[in-house]
């Protein structure tokens, strides 16, 4: 009941949210709108993998946990998740990929600290940054906490925003 | 007539009475054989049940993982292969076979099971360049280049049944005829008739005792099983008796092959340190490093030979007499008509063929293992990990683990030698984690890293003086209002009084005070006064309380004293201190363990990677600048004769009482490390933190080729140009100054003029922030401020 309410309360507020921002949030989250169920992680993101790492290893790993992560191990996912951040330990999207496995898993709070920690390491990649904070989000509603999760969602847009127009200037991250 | 019958009666009745007294002792020696026939066979079934299946848990280091673009050697490689004893072949198409090329390496890896699947053998070829991987193929009909290659991990210990029991577990029909055959034409050639016992044998051996020609044992391979199972010696007639009972029970139980599996695995075949080699299945790979159905004859011979005295007929230690007995074995085998006579001819002219290598015991890292081994009994029972034969995957790094080694080693004897010392009195302990997932890489407990007695890296609480400092700094720097990097402190005489214990007038270590310092100062230079005088003035129970969230479990006491670290902690625990100001102020449990793999590679637990944010980013992002300028301009500047300036390095030394505990606990980019070394009498060993645990640090970490550390600037950071002599801001067209970071709204809002070298072409701008590459160490502001 509770999580229904909530639900409603950040349905409304995407519904909103989508009007302000426009096309922006469509396609930076990885939770496109329709597919956002707290609880339900996905560790297939639409940004391109070869944009979250240069390093064919670390992208071999993250097919390897999304394949583990389809067939529902998430266990398994987070372990080759590990195994890429002990080759990247410094990269946001792995981060973001492990906070994605905790989500789906129900560690809530594990998904937002490792959210948080994936934006200690994006320096100005609002991308990375506005699914965190999208995450984040979703983490907050699954915890019952309405009101942070619509902060959350706020930032989430504004970061969409702002890599709308990074993009516009340039497509060239780098993390290393 | 009365008398007659009663007389008779009396007769009748003590007959009567004495048969009833035969017959009840006729039934209790029964009953009393009975039960103990009973108490026997429950014993051997007991140990015949358990041991058929004790399997020691295995301890894996971490698998190196190789792909294009590592930072790895070819040496380096070639180290790793050794660990996982693979061998020169100039044909590597065999696992565990290698090949140099002109640039690379060429080998077949071994297949193994992983939690995640099996990795089949595969043959490799690995290219080099410019100290990195630059080729990751796979050979085979058509070459295939390879995004990442997961190494086997190399095996660093076992958790052991019994007196330190290792084994490799086989099958019957694992065990090659031809060693079945061999066993039994020299132990026991009436294996498969008799009832455990031969009495022939036996009749044999009681002639051969009682006519003093020798003692000999007549055993069959069942009564050899039944002894081994309770490992005594001595060579009583009760003990020979129960062994043979036993033998003849546990042949009603089992048949003939579960008898011979269990024997197979079970038998003693040689002594590796403290770790005992049981079964023929371990022997193989001990002695000849291959599996059971890869041995030639006279190996199986060699092997075989030491059932009668594997110490004697060891075929390492003694290699004369171990030649001897093989070809006695050899040619017991031709008459037998196991091998034919040209086998037997081949197979007289070969060597031995042991494989030489150095002892392990039940470890080469006694000191990691054991940190492993309390991990576990926290989650297991020590009877599963003892005979469940577990599969334990755990984070040591074998190349970080060897220079931590060395380095303490070597270090530790170069400072005895310079300070005429006597020698091999210095201790020491190394702990080096990863930054960011908080692996534990390495632990060295002592300087004899095989020795695996104390270990000091857990074990040893020792007062951890100045390491304890950046507590009371980051409390500071978490109220930016009141505290930044250039807040004057005061370093006057300061007195303490605390009701109960006597006055406390804390000294620094140059018996100086230095009055007004800058807070970042006081931390570079470790001033005592005004750090215990901040730390009074933060409150002592405030900073105290927050040792857990850090993940110090003890509780020092409530007195300034611990301020400056009057208390003790183990090198693994500073580690974990440490690890959360590397990390940004995120905690990560410090692990050595990954995962638990059953015996049959089913994923048994997950040890994941669990953060927790304990301290706001920016504030220890400052903090970080300032244990940055302990190496660039503290007490710690001589790190530079192992390190260049562009590592960055954020450190700490840490002197104690009388210089008995000397510590230093730092990171890089990807790594946290932190060194004690003294005496373990606690006597006053005259090294400071410096002096002594800094140059084993600094020696190690050069070796170890860390990553230069460049934390992320937090978004509440600014980089703002200071003025040092005012504290000023200055304007930002002043080429001169020095870049501080400070959290937003808390730097200096007063601008200064620019200073005399303003606008002028050799001003220079010093950097302090952690990302600092270019920070000039040519001029030291401090000095120049105080002089």
């Known amino acids: 009941m509770k999580n229904r309410l909530n639900w409603t309360v950040v349905s409304v507020f995407l519904l909103l949210l989508s009007g302000c921002v426009g096309v922006a949030t469509e396609p930076t989250t990885l939770f496109p709108p329709g597919e956002q169920q707290p609880g339900g992680g996905d560790v297939a993101p639409q940004v391109p993998k070869t944009e979250m790492s240069r390093n064919r290893a670390v992208i071999a790993l993250l097919d390897q946990a999304q394949s583990d992560n389809e067939s529902g191990q998430r266990d398994a996912a987070g372990a080759s998740l590990e195994r890429a951040l002990r080759i990247e330990p410094r990269n946001p999207w792995l981060w973001l990929e492990l906070a994605q496995v905790r989500l789906a898993q129900g560690q809530y709070s594990q998904a937002i600290t490792l959210a948080r920690k994936s934006n200690s390491f994006a320096g100005h990649q609002s991308r990375v940054q506005a699914s965190n904070w999208q995450l984040i989000g979703q983490a907050r509603v699954a915890q019952g906490d309405s009101t942070g999760a619509e902060q959350a969602f706020k930032r989430a847009a504004e970061f969409a925003r702002q890599a709308k127009s990074d993009e516009d200037h340039s497509s060239v991250f780098n993390f290393q | ?787």
């Open chain 2, 1 to 787: 007539m009365k008398a007659h019958s009663s007389l008779r009666n009396r007769f009748h009745c003590n007959f009567r009475l004495s048969g009833k007294a035969a017959r009840l002792f006729v039934l209790l020696t029964l009953l009393g054989l009975s039960s103990y026939i009973f108490y026997l066979d429950v014993t051997i079934r007991e140990a015949f049940e358990g041991r058929k299946f004790a399997l020691p848990a295995r301890v894996y280091g971490r698998a190196l993982e190789i792909y294009p673009g590592l930072k790895l050697t070819r040496e380096q490689i070639i180290m790793e292969f050794k660990s996982l004893g693979y061998h020169e072949n100039p044909h590597p198409d065999e696992p565990a076979t290698y090949k140099l090329t002109q640039d690379g390496i060429e080998f077949t890896s071994r297949e193994f099971v992983f939690g995640d699947g099996t990795q089949p053998a595969q043959h490799l070829r690995i290219g080099f360049e410019d100290g990195r991987v630059s080729v990751l193929q796979s050979q085979g009909n058509n070459d295939v280049d390879l995004p990442l290659l997961r190494m086997e991990p190399p095996v660093i210990g076992g958790i052991y049944p019994g007196h330190n029991e290792d084994r490799e577990l086989v099958r019957i029909n694992q065990v090659p005829k031809l060693l079945i055959d061999t066993l039994i034409a020299t132990e026991d050639r009436k294996f498969f008739t008799h009832w455990g016992i031969d009495p022939r044998g036996i009749l044999r051996a009681v002639y051969k005792t009682v006519t003093g020609q020798r003692i000999e044992g007549g055993s069959t391979l069942t009564q050899q099983l039944v002894k081994n199972f309770f490992l005594t010696s001595d060579r009583t007639l009760s003990r020979k008796a129960n062994e043979m009972l036993m033998a003849l029970l546990l042949e009603m139980h089992y048949s003939k092959d579960e008898i011979l599996e269990t024997y197979f695995n079970e038998i003693f075949l040689g002594q590796d340190a403290s770790r005992a080699i049981h079964g023929f299945g371990l022997a193989s790979y001990f002695y000849f490093d291959r599996p059971l159905n890869r041995l030639e004859p006279q190996q199986i011979a060699t092997l075989v030979g030491m059932v009668k005295g594997p110490s004697v007929y060891d075929p390492r230690k003694n290699p004369e007499l171990s030649l001897k007995r093989r070809n006695v074995v050899l040619k017991q085998m031709v008459n037998q008509n196991v091998i034919t006579q040209e086998q037997f001819i081949v197979a007289r002219q070969k060597s031995l063929g042991v494989i030489q290598r150095a002892p392990a015991g039940t470890s080469p890292y006694p000191a990691f293992l054991q940190f492993v081994h309390r991990q576990l009994e926290r989650d297991y029972r020590e009877e599963d990990l003892r005979s469940e034969g577990l599969r334990i995957f755990t984070t040591l790094d074998p190349f970080v683990q060897h220079h931590a080694e060395n380095a303490l080693k070597s270090r530790l004897t170069e400072i005895e030698k310079a300070r005429k010392l006597a020698r091999n009195t210095l201790e020491g302990a190394v702990v080096i984690s990863s930054t960011q997932t908080g692996e534990i890489q390495a632990i060295v407990g002592g300087r004899d890293a095989r020795y695996a007695g104390y270990n000091r890296a857990i074990d040893a609480q020792r007062p951890i003086g100045s390491l304890a400092k950046p507590i009371v700094y980051l409390t500071a720097l978490e109220n930016p209002q009141r505290y930044t990097l250039i807040t004057p402190l005061d370093d006057s005489p300061l007195v303490w009084s605390q009701p109960g214990t006597t006055d406390w007038k804390p000294q620094n270590y140059d018996h100086q005070f230095h009055g007004q310092v800058q807070l970042r100062t006081a931390l570079e230079y470790s001033y005592n006064v005004a750090t215990a005088r901040l730390g009074i003035e933060l409150g002592i129970d405030k900073i105290l309380d927050k040792l857990p969230l850090y993940g110090i479990e003890q509780r020092p006491l409530p007195f300034a004293s611990s301020l400056l670290g009057a208390f003790g902690l183990s090198p693994v625990e500073v580690a974990q201190l440490y690890q959360t100001f590397a990390d940004g102020g995120f905690r990560t449990p410090l692990r050595a363990i990954r995962t638990i793999v059953t015996a049959d590679g089913k994923p048994l637990q997950r040890y994941p990677l669990n953060v927790e944010p304990v301290a706001p980013p920016a504030p220890v992002y400052l903090l970080t600048a300032a244990l940055q300028g302990v190496i660039r301009e503290g007490t710690a500047q001589a790190l530079i004769n192992w390190l260049p300036a562009e590592m960055n390095v954020a450190g700490k030394t840490g002197t104690t009482d009388d210089l008995r505990d000397s510590w230093f606990a730092g990171y890089t980019g990807d790594r946290v490390a932190v060194v004690w070394v003294g005496l373990d009498d606690n006597k006053p060993s005259g090294l400071t933190g410096a002096s002594g645990a800094m140059t084993v640090w600094g020696e190690m970490m050069m070796n170890i080729q860390p990553e230069p550390l460049e934390p992320a600037i937090p978004e509440e950071i600014e980089i703002v140009n200071i003025d040092p002599v005012s504290g000023l801001r200055y304007d930002d067209e002043c080429r001169t100054g020095i870049l501080l970071p400070f959290i937003r709204g808390s730097a200096p809002a007063e601008t200064s003029p620019c200073g005399p070298s303003s606008g002028d072409a050799s001003g220079s701008i010093d950097e302090a922030k952690p990302g600092d590459n270019n920070g000039s160490r040519k001029k030291n502001w401090f000095l120049r401020l105080f002089d």
